[in-house]
Every structure is written in structure tokens, then in C-alpha cells.
């Protein structure tokens, strides 16, 4: 169990670039989520993928913003024309589907700078 | 829908003097509750779970929780606080059989020797 892993752990880009961040859940967790989260904030539920399908998108993930999960397996999140307000820490979690309540686990993020 | 107040937003504790951090929840369903703790530059690591089972629950690192149903609460505490224990923590609530959390704003933990 190598943990989640998220690539790039910093980005900076330039505002009305397009950036795409990766994540590797842990290999059998069926359950992948994105949040984001702002400075001083708790994170924020962005969209979650039960094996390759995107079940629930957040209201904060505005039509700029697209995730996918090819094959079950990894997930991308790309971010296009990005604005300044878009700078936060993107957090991507997997998870086992329990009886009840299943626990998620948390990658260390990527940070992203828009200028 | 649910929600937490973490009431305090910055802890500050002595090397080896107890740790509280205060949780109150709003939900309208059976919840179940975390604490999540994040160092600087780490991801978000899992404390402690509660879910409808004994409402004292043990984590790791010497952290335990109490979940009152009567008081809407869910605070953290531990016995003696460690220089490592600095961090960010989190108290996070989700509805049983839901899967999207609902993070506190968070409470910053500094240690001093």
C-alpha cells in the first residue's frame, strides 16, 4: 500500500492557461474524490467517481473544470482558461465501498499558483 | 444536509499538558464523524472514525473522541501533547451510507516547549 499520489504537488501558471492535475488512488479502492481547498478553509467536495463512472459533481465545479477516470484506474482533473480565483490545494482521496460508511484516504495535494 | 463548528480556530498548549479541540455538528440523519490531522506540506491524515458503534472512540497517537448525541458534539482530546502534535486538524461530518465529507473550517494546534 503505496498511499494516494498526486502529480504535479505545485503548479504555477499564467492566467487563461489550461493545467491538469493526476491522481493514483490506492490500487483497490474503487472510490475516487476530488475537494479543494482554499487558505484557512476546510477542503470542499468538488466530484466523486465510483470505478470509471462520475456519480456527483459539485456546484463549485463550474463548466472550466473536468475530471475523468479512464478504466477505473487513475483520475485526471483538468482546469481550462483558469482564473486567479482558481489558486487553492486540489485534494484527491480513494476509498473502499464498506457496508456504511467507508474512510478516505488523502493524497498530499497539489497546489496551484494562477498569476 | 450536515455540517461542524469547530469553536476555536487556533489551540496553543504546553509539552505534555492535555489537548482539547471542540466539535459541534448539525445533521438531520445518523452521522458519522473524523477527525482528519494535517501537518505543513502533508496530506490529510485519518485520527478517528465514529460510526454508531461505541461512542468513545480511540485514534491513533494517543488522540480519542466522544461522541454526545445530546450535545451535538464530537470533541477531540488527548492526555499529553507532544511537539509533534502541532498541525492543522480537522473535524469532518458525513451522513452513514453518504460518501461526500463536510470538513470544519479547521482548528491550528501549536505546541510550545
Known amino acids: 500500500d503505496t498511499g494516494v499520489s498526486q502529480n504535479p504537488r505545485h503548479k504555477i501558471t499564467k492566467r487563461g492557461q489550461n493545467v491538469t492535475f493526476r491522481c493514483d488512488p490506492i490500487?483497490?479502492?474503487?472510490?475516487l474524490y476530488w475537494y479543494r481547498q482554499t487558505l484557512g478553509q476546510g477542503p470542499e467536495f468538488l466530484t466523486y467517481?465510483?470505478?470509471?463512472?462520475?456519480?456527483?459533481k459539485s456546484r463549485l465545479l463550474s463548466d472550466r473544470f473536468s475530471a475523468e477516470r479512464p478504466k477505473g484506474s487513475f483520475s485526471t482533473l483538468e482546469i481550462q482558461r483558469t482564473e486567479q480565483g482558481d489558486s487553492a490545494m486540489y485534494l484527491c482521496?480513494?476509498?473502499?465501498?464498506?457496508?456504511?460508511?467507508?474512510?478516505?484516504?488523502f493524497g498530499p495535494g497539489t497546489r496551484l499558483t494562477v498569476l | 444536509a450536515q455540517s461542524v463548528t469547530q469553536l476555536d480556530s487556533h489551540v496553543s498548549v504546553s509539552e505534555g499538558t492535555p489537548v482539547l479541540l471542540r466539535c459541534n455538528y448539525s445533521s438531520s440523519y445518523s452521522p458519522s464523524l473524523f477527525w482528519y490531522v494535517q501537518h505543513p506540506n502533508k496530506g490529510l491524515q485519518l485520527l478517528l472514525k465514529?460510526?454508531?458503534?461505541?461512542?468513545l472512540v480511540k485514534g491513533i497517537n494517543g488522540f480519542e473522541a466522544e461522541f454526545k448525541k445530546s450535545e451535538t458534539s464530537f470533541h477531540l482530546t488527548k492526555p499529553s501533547a507532544h511537539m509533534s502534535d502541532a498541525a492543522e486538524y480537522f473535524c469532518?461530518?458525513?451522513?452513514?451510507?453518504?460518501?461526500?465529507?463536510?470538513f470544519g473550517a479547521g482548528t491550528t494546534v501549536t505546541v510550545r516547549a
Open positions: 469532518v461530518v458525513t451522513l452513514t451510507n453518504d460518501y461526500k465529507l463536510s
Open positions: 482521496a480513494s476509498s473502499y465501498l464498506e457496508r456504511f460508511t467507508d474512510t478516505q484516504y
Open positions: 465514529y460510526t454508531s458503534a461505541a461512542t
Open positions: 467517481f465510483q470505478n470509471e463512472a462520475q456519480l456527483e
Open positions: 490500487s483497490e479502492h474503487n472510490r
